[in-house]
């Protein structure tokens, strides 16, 4: 290897019109991988196997699109206007506030953005390259041209390549090429240097899925270089569509914002025909308006859900889509897989059951657990006999053939790729003394049938000594591998399998037997007849000790959890009752039965609803299991890792993938990745959805009822013909010290207990429903009409208008820092919410009315603003009136609990 490959030698080649060996040559490596010295220098030259993404936008491009706004247009209309009348303060002051409310809205928007790009990083995709002669699992980032790849059904393809080798190979190009019908492949064509992308039978393509089958691969170009790179390239500075909850209340927020509107121009027109002059009168809509309007509530509800986001991520569950986070809190059921999600996934042979060439039996214990090779082998507490050896030594011989995984043991690490079932046979052979590469070395493959979940058995064939015919040696399901073998009572064998299942094992057969040579090398199903049956292997997967605790707070949380998984029922319902979400056998419900049940909807459909089991299901069920389930009125989430499982996780309401053991198909198809492939870890990510959901009722509760407030003070006021009782520019005050600061600290606000003791919200709740609303009136309106009451007493009091203005502006600000604790719950007192669960929010409310007080003794502002220092007995007499908002939230919060202990 020379390592010196360069952009320029590869770069618009036509690698299809090239044979393996001189693409191999090109490339300068071989079928034995790159060396890790060439791999740096190729890194350092192509760059990093990455597509070209959105750039982020600057913080000055961020700071501009503030100002694309009809409220910020208003303003700065309404500043023009205070310039023509000679208002030079306040005009002034309209600039101050647009720029302090870009600089605000900059930094939300930036860090959202910034959330997000951190996010993409905690999902990393893995390839099998082969380097330093040795498979490795390697960050597909790090691919260069000349690495060798391998793939297995479910992977995406990381990088354009062209092939070197395969078996019965498929893969989906409909990215591409918009061709759904999966498309075969040949390593051994050579095609024409013009063919047309979907012709190219012999290359595979960045981001396409491999379907089925095996394959080899020799990267050609990575990152921007390969096809997918370059729409990529077109693509990076797409516009982003915003979260459905968010579009929601940005359209909720536009009615909103009409309503204001009409009931502005309604105060406009009564304050015109009071003979209030007409400037006053605009500029006072004006700033009503935008102090009113929720004109922040969507970039809030973003903050909210990047908060929750990258919550989630603190917890191992990494969101794909922001709506997961709100969807994921009104989950009603959890389909979830057995294997890695409930299980640990490091499955180990523990018990063999051998077949003899007399009828006889053999049932062998095995010692030790997990990957490293430790643990005796014994039959009924002592040491085997030669038959008993010899039996188990054929098994464990076939087991490691037939197997496309690789393990390496040094010393205590243990290093391994592959299925665990592979692994496992690999672990069961290097305790026996056996070694993969030697036993490969000895008995040369000639074909392959890889293991597909629809076939449920591989199958490899090597030479005999006589060379003339070849030995199959077939792995798989017992009911699939016994009927294709002679000399034994099938019926005795399956009744072994079962009765190794309910013990909980899961069980597969090994046969080997002679076959034609052309058979070999067809590598065909329908000739696999005449085995002889070597044994039944039992494998224990151990249950994950966290997750029976996870099913008993998911049924506490009113979620149903379901086990679907490929085992023998018996196996299936073994594990269930250890997990606690079985006992009886009427609660299991088989793939075949499914089928079976296909001609009658109504049936198939109770099956879904009543099973809490289901085994021996095929993949393509699983979808209609999950539309069973929706369509009795479930909220659903399903877990999956297998290509398979992509349908499934799409239709899903909520689609979770393994980060770990996932192929890369199922992560792209899901909303939440599992980092760690463990159920457990998706209790705490609906706790947290069911927080960010709560968090943004809070958002909407705070925002409209003080809007609301402002405007009942002003129609009442205006009614009554009291003078106008906040100018525009006190108007435009109170928003920027109230708006934009508390509301955003709320996002910050920690769950409230029982959380998870709650049953899940109903599927179509909407957020502004009957209770928000009624809370939104009482509260706006007793804020409005009590601030209306102060004015109108204060001035009659004899107190003059701008000394009433100063009493009045700081009961509203002190009235929506009130509003706020109230916000921090529907249901608890706030005299019980511990200040320090949110000290975001605490700092803000003190920061509001601090710089409010600072601004009443600084020269200058305080003119502008109207403020004047507050003697001690105003200041206790205006906080009295508004502490007394917070009366009104707990009597509403008594209200709500009494209602909810109703329900």
Same mark, same amino acid.
């Given at each position: 290897?020379?390592?010196?490959?360069?952009?320029?030698?590869?770069?618009?080649?036509?690698?299809?019109?090239?044979?393996?060996?001189?693409?191999?040559?090109?490339?300068?490596?071989?079928?034995?991988?790159?060396?890790?010295? +060439?791999?740096?220098?190729?890194?350092?030259?192509?760059?990093?196997?990455?597509?070209?993404?959105?750039?982020?936008?600057?913080?000055?491009?961020?700071?501009?699109?503030?100002?694309?706004?009809?409220?910020?247009?208003?303003?700065?209309?309404?500043?023009?206007?205070?310039?023509?009348?000679?208002?030079?303060?306040?005009?002034?002051?309209?600039?101050?506030?647009?720029?302090?409310?870009?600089?605000?809205?900059?930094?939300?928007?930036?860090?959202?953005?910034?959330?997000?790009?951190? !996010?993409?990083?905690?999902?990393?995709?893995?390839?099998?390259?082969?380097?330093?002669?040795?498979?490795?699992?390697?960050?597909?980032?790090?691919?260069?041209?000349?690495?060798?790849?391998?793939?297995?059904?479910?992977?995406?393809?990381?990088?354009?390549?062209?092939?070197?080798?395969?078996?019965?190979?498929?893969?989906?190009?409909?990215?591409?090429?918009?061709?759904?019908?999966?498309?075969?492949?040949?390593?051994?064509?050579?095609? &024409?240097?013009? &063919?047309?992308?979907?012709?190219?039978?012999?290359?595979?393509?960045?981001?396409?899925?491999?379907?089925?089958?095996?394959?080899?691969?020799?990267?050609?170009?990575?990152?921007?270089?390969?096809?997918?790179?370059?729409?990529?390239?077109?693509?990076?500075?797409?516009?982003?569509?915003?979260?459905?909850?968010?579009?929601?209340?940005?359209?909720?927020?536009?009615?909103?914002?009409?309503?204001?509107?009409?009931?502005?121009?309604?105060?406009?027109?009564?304050?015109?025909?009071?003979?209030?002059?007409?400037?006053?009168?605009?500029?006072?809509?004006?700033?009503?308006?935008?102090?009113?309007?929720?004109?922040? !509530?969507?970039?809030?509800?973003?903050?909210?859900?990047?908060?929750?986001?990258?919550?989630?991520?603190?917890?191992?569950?990494?969101?794909?889509?922001?709506?997961?986070?709100?969807?994921?809190?009104?989950?009603?059921?959890?389909?979830?897989?057995?294997?890695?999600?409930?299980?640990?996934?490091?499955?180990?042979?523990?018990?063999?059951?051998?077949?003899?060439?007399?009828?006889?039996?053999?049932?062998?214990?095995?010692?030790?657990?997990?990957?490293?090779?430790?643990?005796?082998?014994?039959?009924?507490?002592?040491?085997?006999?030669?038959?008993?050896?010899?039996?188990?030594?054929?098994?464990?011989?076939?087991?490691?053939?037939?197997?496309?995984?690789?393990?390496?043991?040094?010393?205590?690490?243990?290093?391994?790729?592959?299925?665990?079932?592979?692994?496992?046979?690999?672990?069961?052979?290097?305790?026996?003394?056996?070694?993969?590469?030697?036993?490969? &070395?000895?008995?040369?493959?000639?074909?392959?049938?890889?293991?597909?979940?629809?076939?449920?058995?591989? &199958?490899?064939?090597?030479?005999?000594?006589?060379?003339?015919?070849?030995?199959?040696?077939?792995?798989?399901?017992?009911?699939?591998?016994?009927?294709?073998?002679?000399?034994?009572?099938?019926?005795?064998?399956?009744?072994?399998? +079962?009765?190794?299942?309910?013990?909980?094992?899961?069980?597969?057969?090994?046969?080997?037997?002679?076959?034609?040579?052309?058979?070999?090398?067809?590598?065909?199903?329908?000739?696999?007849?005449?085995?002889?049956?070597?044994?039944?292997?039992?494998?224990?997967?151990?249950?994950?000790?966290?997750?029976?605790?996870?099913?008993?707070?998911?049924?506490?949380?009113?979620?149903?959890?379901?086990?679907?998984?490929?085992?023998?029922?018996?196996?299936?319902?073994?594990?269930?009752?250890?997990?606690?979400?079985?006992?009886?056998?009427?609660?299991?419900?088989?793939?075949?039965?499914?089928?079976?049940?296909?001609?009658?909807?109504?049936?198939?459909?109770?099956?879904?609803?009543?099973?809490?089991?289901?085994?021996?299901?095929?993949?393509?069920?699983?979808?209609?299991?999950?539309?069973?389930?929706?369509?009795?009125?479930?909220?659903?989430?399903?877990?999956?890792?297998?290509?398979?499982?992509?349908?499934?996780?799409?239709?899903?309401?909520?689609?979770?993938?393994?980060?770990?053991?996932?192929?890369?198909?199922?992560?792209?198809?899901?909303?939440?990745?599992?980092?760690?492939?463990?159920?457990?870890?998706?209790?705490?990510?609906?706790?947290?959805?069911?927080?960010?959901?709560?968090?943004?009722?809070?958002?909407?509760?705070?925002?409209?009822?003080?809007?609301?407030?402002?405007?009942?003070?002003?129609?009442?006021?205006?009614?009554?013909?009291?003078?106008?009782?906040?100018?525009?520019?006190?108007?435009?005050?109170?928003?920027?010290?109230?708006?934009?600061?508390?509301?955003?600290?709320?996002?910050?606000?920690?769950?409230?207990?029982?959380?998870?003791?709650?049953?899940?919200?109903?599927?179509?709740?909407?957020?502004?429903?009957?209770?928000?609303?009624?809370?939104?009136?009482?509260?706006?309106?007793?804020?409005?009409?009590?601030?209306?009451?102060?004015?109108?007493?204060?001035?009659?009091?004899?107190?003059?208008?701008?000394?009433?203005?100063?009493?009045?502006?700081?009961?509203?600000?002190?009235?929506?820092?009130?509003?706020?604790?109230?916000?921090?719950?529907?249901?608890?007192?706030?005299?019980?919410?511990?200040?320090?669960?949110?000290?975001?929010?605490?700092?803000?409310?003190?920061?509001?009315?601090?710089?409010?007080?600072?601004?009443?003794?600084?020269?200058? !502002?305080?003119?502008?603003?109207?403020?004047?220092?507050?003697?001690?007995?105003?200041?206790?007499?205006?906080?009295?009136?508004?502490?007394?908002?917070?009366?009104?939230?707990?009597?509403?919060?008594?209200?709500?609990?009494?209602?909810?202990?109703?329900?």
């Amino acid at each position: 290897m020379t390592g010196s490959l360069s952009p320029d030698q590869v770069s618009e080649r036509a690698w299809h019109n090239l044979s393996p060996d001189q693409v191999l040559a090109v490339l300068e490596t071989n079928e034995t991988g790159l060396e890790s010295a +060439d791999v740096e220098v190729r890194r350092a030259a192509f760059g990093a196997n990455v597509l070209p993404r959105r750039e982020r936008l600057s913080l000055l491009v961020i700071y501009l699109r503030q100002f694309k706004s009809p409220l910020v247009y208003l303003l700065l209309v309404a500043a023009a206007v205070s310039l023509a009348v000679g208002e030079l303060t306040d005009a002034v002051f309209i600039f101050v506030v647009l720029q302090v409310n870009a600089a605000i809205g900059s930094y939300q928007e930036y860090r959202a953005e910034a959330s997000a790009a951190a !996010l993409d990083a905690l999902v990393p995709n893995f390839a099998v390259a082969v380097r330093d002669g040795a498979p490795r699992q390697v960050d597909a980032r790090d691919l260069v041209p000349g690495d060798i790849v391998r793939m297995v059904s479910g992977a995406l393809v990381p990088a354009d390549m062209r092939l070197l080798a395969d078996n019965e190979f498929a893969v989906d190009e409909s990215l591409l090429t918009g061709e759904s019908v999966p498309v075969e492949k040949n390593a051994n064509m050579v095609v &024409a240097d013009d &063919a047309p992308l979907a012709e190219r039978s012999n290359m595979l393509y960045a981001a396409t899925t491999v379907l089925s089958g095996r394959v080899t691969g020799i990267v050609t170009a990575t990152g921007a270089a390969t096809e997918v790179g370059r729409i990529a390239v077109a693509l990076a500075h797409r516009r982003v569509a915003s979260p459905p909850l968010v579009t929601r209340l940005a359209r909720f927020g536009r009615i909103i914002g009409v309503v204001t509107l009409l009931s502005i121009g309604l105060i406009g027109a009564i304050q015109l025909a009071q003979g209030v002059p007409l400037v006053t009168v605009f500029l006072v809509a004006v700033a009503l308006a935008v102090a009113a309007i929720p004109e922040g !509530l969507p970039a809030a509800i973003t903050i909210a859900l990047a908060v929750a986001t990258n919550r989630m991520a603190r917890r191992n569950v990494i969101v794909r889509a922001l709506p997961a986070v709100e969807g994921l809190g009104a989950c009603t059921v959890i389909a979830s897989d057995k294997t890695g999600t409930l299980t640990c996934n490091e499955l180990t042979v523990k018990q063999v059951l051998l077949f003899g060439d007399a009828g006889q039996t053999f049932r062998i214990d095995i010692g030790g657990e997990g990957y490293l090779p430790i643990g005796g082998v014994t039959t009924e507490g002592r040491d085997l006999i030669d038959i008993e050896e010899r039996l188990l030594i054929d098994l464990a011989v076939s087991g490691a053939l037939c197997n496309e995984a690789t393990l390496r043991i040094d010393g205590a690490t243990v290093e391994h790729v592959g299925d665990t079932v592979d692994v496992a046979f690999l672990v069961l052979a290097a305790k026996l003394g056996l070694q993969q590469r030697i036993l490969q &070395a000895e008995q040369p493959q000639l074909g392959l049938i890889p293991y597909e979940p629809r076939r449920k058995f591989a &199958a490899l064939f090597t030479r005999n000594d006589q060379g003339h015919s070849a030995c199959a040696h077939v792995k798989g399901a017992a009911e699939v591998i016994v009927p294709m073998c002679d000399g034994i009572d099938a019926d005795t064998a399956l009744a072994a399998a +079962d009765h190794m299942a309910t013990q909980g094992y899961r069980v597969l057969a090994l046969a080997r037997g002679t076959v034609p040579m052309n058979v070999a090398l067809k590598a065909t199903q329908t000739d696999l007849q005449g085995l002889q049956l070597i044994g039944l292997v039992g494998l224990i997967d151990p249950l994950r000790p966290e997750v029976p605790v996870a099913i008993a707070q998911c049924r506490a949380a009113g979620i149903d959890v379901r086990m679907i998984t490929g085992d023998h029922p018996q196996t299936a319902l073994a594990i269930a009752r250890d997990l606690g979400l079985a006992d009886t056998t009427d609660r299991v419900v088989t793939g075949a039965e499914l089928s079976a049940a296909n001609r009658n909807p109504a049936e198939f459909d109770h099956l879904a609803s009543t099973a809490r089991i289901f085994a021996r299901v095929e993949p393509v069920q699983k979808l209609s299991i999950v539309e069973a389930l929706q369509r009795a009125g479930h909220v659903v989430a399903v877990t999956g890792d297998g290509v398979n499982d992509a349908p499934a996780l799409s239709a899903a309401d909520i689609g979770v993938a393994m980060g770990r053991g996932g192929t890369d198909a199922a992560r792209a198809a899901a909303d939440l990745i599992l980092a760690d492939d463990n159920l457990a870890t998706i209790v705490p990510g609906i706790e947290e959805g069911r927080i960010a959901y709560d968090n943004v009722r809070k958002l909407i509760y705070l925002l409209i009822t003080t809007g609301l407030g402002e405007i009942v003070l002003f129609l009442l006021s205006i009614i009554a013909q009291l003078p106008v009782p906040l100018f525009a520019v006190q108007l435009l005050w109170l928003n920027l010290v109230t708006n934009g600061i508390q509301d955003i600290a709320l996002a910050f606000e920690k769950g409230e207990p029982g959380v998870l003791e709650r049953q899940p919200r109903p599927p179509h709740e909407r957020l502004f429903e009957r209770r928000m609303i009624t809370q939104v009136l009482v509260a706006g309106t007793y804020m409005g009409g009590a601030a209306f009451a102060f004015y109108a007493w204060s001035l009659d009091r004899g107190f003059s208008e701008p000394v009433a203005r100063n009493l009045l502006l700081l009961l509203m600000v002190m009235f929506e820092n009130m509003h706020a604790l109230n916000a921090r719950s529907e249901t608890r007192s706030v005299f019980r919410i511990p200040f320090a669960a949110n000290p975001f929010l605490i700092i803000a409310i003190v920061a509001a009315q601090g710089l409010h007080i600072t601004a009443m003794y600084v020269p200058g !502002l305080n003119d502008v603003l109207g403020l004047q220092p507050v003697a001690l007995a105003d200041w206790l007499m205006v906080a009295a009136v508004a502490a007394s908002l917070l009366i009104v939230g707990e009597i509403l919060k008594m209200i709500t609990v009494a209602q909810n202990r109703r329900n």
